[in-house]
C-alpha cells in the first residue's frame, strides 16, 4: 500500500529536549515536506525537499532541522523544542502530478 | 507571495442540498488545482484534481475552474452529514512544483 508514514504520532516532551519525527515514504517520490497545522492558520510548510541531499526552506522553518539522505526519508529536527512549537505536523510526499500525499499527522505537546 | 484564500466558514447546509465551496488565486500563472477534505485531527485527502478551464466531475463531486477569473471552487451535491469537514484547497503556482494551501473551509452537513 502506497503510505507515508511518520512516527511518533503523539508525543509529549519538555522544552530543550532534542526530538526527531521521522517520516517515510515506498512511493519513490522525489519530492518531501514537513507542514506544521495550527487553529486558524492553517498548513504552513516548514522544509522541503527536492531530492536527496537538495532541502529548503518553507515559509516557517525557525527552530526546525531536516536532512534528506535517502529518498523515502525525511526526518524533522527540533534541535531545543519551544512551548511554540505544540502543533499537528505532516510529513508529505509529491507525485509527478503535483499531488501531495500525507502522512497521519503528528501531535507534538511541548511543555 | 503567492496567495490562495478561502473563506473560512463554517459553511452549513441541509442534509441533501448542494454544498458550494469557494477559492480564489493571485498567482495568474498557476496550473494545477486541488482540493482536499480533512476531517478533524486527520490528515488532509485528496477528492479532486482539475487542469483546465470548466467542470470535473467525479460522483457527488463537482470541481469548476476558472482561470481569467482566478476562481476554484467545489460543488457537493446530495450533501451528507460525513461529507461535514474542513475542505482546503491547493494551488501550484506558475513555474513552481510546490502546492499553495488555502486555509480551509469549515463544511457542515445538518440532518
Known amino acids: 500500500e502506497a503510505q507515508v508514514t511518520q512516527n511518533p504520532r503523539y508525543l509529549i516532551t519538555v522544552t530543550g529536549k532534542k526530538l526527531t519525527v521521522t517520516c517515510s515514504q515506498n512511493m519513490n517520490h522525489e519530492y518531501m515536506s514537513w507542514y506544521r497545522q495550527d487553529p486558524g492558520l492553517g498548513l504552513r510548510q516548514i522544509y522541503y525537499s527536492m531530492n536527496v541531499e537538495v532541502t529548503d526552506k518553507g515559509d516557517v522553518p525557525e527552530g526546525y532541522k531536516v536532512s534528506r539522505k535517502e529518498k523515502r526519508n525525511f526526518p524533522l529536527i527540533l534541535e531545543s523544542p519551544s512551548p511554540n512549537q505544540t502543533s499537528l505536523y505532516f510529513c508529505?510526499?509529491?507525485?509527478?502530478?503535483?499531488?501531495?500525499?500525507f502522512g497521519e499527522g503528528s501531535w507534538l505537546t511541548v511543555v | 507571495q503567492k496567495e490562495v484564500e478561502q473563506n473560512s466558514g463554517p459553511l452549513s447546509v441541509p442534509e441533501g442540498a448542494i454544498a458550494s465551496l469557494n477559492c480564489t488565486y493571485s498567482d495568474r500563472g498557476s496550473q494545477s488545482f486541488f482540493w482536499y477534505r480533512q476531517y478533524s485531527g486527520k490528515s488532509p485527502e485528496l477528492i479532486m484534481s482539475?487542469?483546465?478551464?470548466g467542470d470535473k466531475e467525479d460522483g457527488r463531486f463537482t470541481a469548476q475552474l476558472n482561470k481569467a477569473s482566478q476562481y476554484v471552487s467545489l460543488l457537493i451535491r446530495d450533501s451528507q452529514p460525513s461529507d461535514s469537514a474542513t475542505y482546503l484547497c491547493?494551488?501550484?503556482?506558475?513555474?513552481?512544483?510546490?502546492?499553495?494551501f488555502g486555509r480551509g473551509t469549515s463544511l457542515i452537513v445538518h440532518p
Open positions: 508529505a510526499s509529491r507525485d509527478t502530478g503535483n499531488t501531495i500525499y
Open positions: 491547493a494551488v501550484t503556482p506558475g513555474g513552481s512544483y510546490i502546492p499553495t
Open positions: 482539475i487542469y483546465s478551464n
